[in-house]
């Protein structure tokens, strides 16, 4: 019963990524983000969106990283086996940081 809504949510969520779009780079732009961990997952994932954003890349390589995703959303932001849904995996990452 929980899966309805669950899928619910997560079509709100993937509404709202070109909103998402609009502010992300330059967030993560103005900020410093420091880690006390050495090779944080959450900050090389940032590193990794932030030269993506800089050299116009819209979609993600198969080696995008992911460690920093919950298990909770690990099966929506990867689908399949080398598959990355974009927009949930960034709007994760968004979601991490706060």
Not at 17 to 37: D, G, K, M, N
Not at 42 to 65: C, H, M
Request: glycine share 2%.
């Amino acid at each position: 019963m929980a899966e309805p809504a669950e899928q619910l949510y997560l079509a709100a969520v993937r509404h709202r990524y070109s909103y998402v779009r609009q502010f992300a780079p330059r967030l993560l732009e103005t900020f410093v983000l420091r880690a006390i961990v050495p090779n944080e997952p959450l900050l090389q994932a940032v590193d990794y969106l932030r030269a993506r954003n800089r050299n116009g890349q819209r979609g993600l390589d198969a080696d995008a990283p992911v460690e920093f995703i919950p298990p909770a959303w690990k099966p929506h932001v990867c689908p399949a086996p080398s598959e990355i849904d974009r927009p949930l995996w960034e709007i994760c990452l968004v979601e991490q940081l706060c």
